[in-house]
């Protein structure tokens, strides 16, 4: 019968460094092992990449705002191309 659990997970985070993360379950009576295993993983893997999930976060926030400012900054090229091309027809005629 099983009684402890146990899930450890390395993450390479890159520049040589890894983190590490453990955590021990003791199975308390007529606990399900399969239902307790399956637990213990999914909150090691979540755990062990939150601290990773804030750069992400920001990242993607400053990325957007870098592309809005490029969608204006590109539709204003484009009016001012179109402007200047209407400006050339009415000097042509």
């Given at each position: ?7 450890k997970?390395?993450l ?34 979540r755990?062990?990449r ?10 993607i926030?400053?990325?957007?705002h ?28």
């Open positions: 019968m099983i009684k402890t659990i146990a899930y997970r390395i390479n985070m890159g520049n040589y460094e890894s983190k590490h993360l453990e955590i021990t379950y003791e199975l308390g009576e007529g606990e399900e092992p399969g239902l307790q295993i399956s637990t213990v993983m999914e909150m090691v893997e755990k062990i939150e601290d990773q999930a804030i750069p992400i976060v920001e990242e926030a400053a990325l957007r870098e592309l809005r400012q490029l969608k204006t900054e590109h539709r204003e090229l484009l009016e001012k191309m179109t402007d200047d091309v209407s400006s050339n027809k009415e000097g042509i005629f």
